[in-house]
């Protein structure tokens, strides 16, 4: 009986176009190991190599393993660290601000509750290295018997997908397993509804300010800056006194330079981190802002804020609008049907604009948005409004023909 080395060499050609020598060991029941480069480009300088390693028992080595199983191996993903301004934890994130990009200290922390709760419990001690695509398929195939949703499947695996394709960036591991796997398919998400214009006028009327916002004047100016400018809900609570520009013509202008990120509470960059300044407000808000506005005297000032210092909650605001929506007729499950939100003004803003005739680059620009399909998204015409105004527009003068018309 011939003898076997217990280790099989053979080459690999790198994408330089050299030649490296690449090993597998023959495990106790017979299989291969994962794939190691020896470094080499000669098979006798890889195979000495080999048995070198054997004679030290670190052909597969007990501390290499331990360090690719699952939990070892992603121990610390999407973990943020202390410091909220910047990644210092994951490896990953850490890696990518180092670059220069600007990961979010929100989607990590939704990331990682994601990642504890989906992933890690399930693949656990695994070797990241045994993983194969029909694993991936099981996983993904558990997720749906617990009703998760198309979309949030979906979401949980892109974690994945990025976890295992900087795996093999790296090189410890041959392949994707992830990438193969048939995605679930997204549910398409609800359309967000906006007010029609005679609700609009009815919530913003100031002479039912007292009986439908109950003189609270800070809800009251939020979601008219956000009906005018188009601010997200974070970035209005990061106002300052300095962001608001009042004229002696009555003129007022608004820059929206910062945002409240909604986990960590903190001042930060907007969420695309553009900014616009010198943002134009309609009269009838310049007049409710400024009452606003003279209530503070440091320009470091929070607007949105009972002290100037610490910005009123995101969910402070979100009850003082649908206590103020109710006072106008549209009920909770009215609302709900609708899905009115805080962001339905955001929409509101971006679809009368574009209804005026504003230039979709102007609204884009105002908006923020990357891309005009984003812009697009957030464009919620109404089916009899918008009809009503193509009736409006287009003046038919309808005539009886006369006995020689055809």
């Known amino acids: 009986m011939s003898y076997r080395e217990p280790f099989y060499v053979f080459p690999r050609k790198l994408k330089s176009g050299k030649r490296i020598y690449y090993y597998q060991a023959y495990k106790q029941d017979g299989s291969l190991s994962y794939a190691r ?4 480009d000669k098979i006798g300088a890889a195979k000495s190599y080999c048995r070198i390693l054997f004679k030290k028992d670190r052909l597969i080595p007990e501390k290499l393993s331990k360090s690719f199983r699952f939990n070892n191996y992603f121990e610390y993903w999407w973990k943020w660290g202390p410091d909220h301004s910047k990644p210092t934890v994951c490896p990953y994130l850490t890696r990518r ?6 990961p979010s ?15 890690l419990s399930y693949f656990s001690d695994t070797s990241i290295q ?4 029909k694993d991936i398929e099981e996983w993904l195939d558990n997720l749906a018997y617990k009703k998760l949703s198309g979309k949030t499947q979906a979401d949980i695996l892109s974690l994945l997908r990025i976890m295992f394709k900087e795996a093999r960036r790296l090189g410890d591991i041959e392949y994707n397993p992830v990438s193969d796997v048939i995605p679930p398919l997204k549910s398409k998400p609800k359309k967000r509804g906006i007010l029609t214009t005679d609700e609009t006028m009815r919530l913003f009327s100031t002479k039912e300010f007292e009986s439908i916002w109950d003189n609270d004047i800070q809800a009251m100016s939020a979601f008219l800056l956000a009906r005018d400018t188009a601010m997200r809900p974070g970035e209005i609570r990061a106002i300052q006194k300095k962001h608001i520009h009042i004229f002696d013509n009555g003129e007022c202008k608004v820059d929206i330079l910062q945002a409240v990120d909604h986990i960590s509470h903190q001042i930060k960059e907007t969420k695309t981190s553009a900014t616009i300044s010198g943002v134009p407000v309609r009269s009838d808000t310049a007049v409710i802002l400024k009452k606003l506005y003279n209530q503070f005297n440091s320009d470091e000032d929070l607007l949105f804020s ?38 339905s003004f955001r929409n509101l803003a971006i679809t009368r604009l574009r209804q005026q005739g504003v230039s979709d680059l102007a609204v884009r620009s105002l908006a923020r948005h990357k891309t005009q399909i984003m812009t697009d998204g957030y464009t919620s015409f109404d089916d009899k409004e918008t009809i009503d105004q193509i009736r409006n527009f287009y003046i038919v003068d309808y005539q009886v023909p006369g006995k020689d018309a055809i």
Do not use: M, W
Request: aromatic content about 8%; glycine content about 6%; overall charge positive.
């Open 37 to 40: 480069s020896t470094g080499l």
């Open 97 to 102: 601000y180092l670059r220069g990009q600007k």
């Open 105 to 119: 200290y929100a989607q990590a922390h939704i990331s990682r509750l994601k990642f504890k709760k989906h992933i």
């Open 130 to 133: 045994a993983i194969t695509t």
């Open 306 to 343: 009972k002290d100037g210092v610490t910005h009123v909650s995101e969910n402070y605001l979100k009850r003082r609008l649908y206590k103020a929506l109710n006072a106008i007729g549209i009920c909770e499950k009215e609302r709900k049907e609708r899905n009115i939100t805080p962001y």
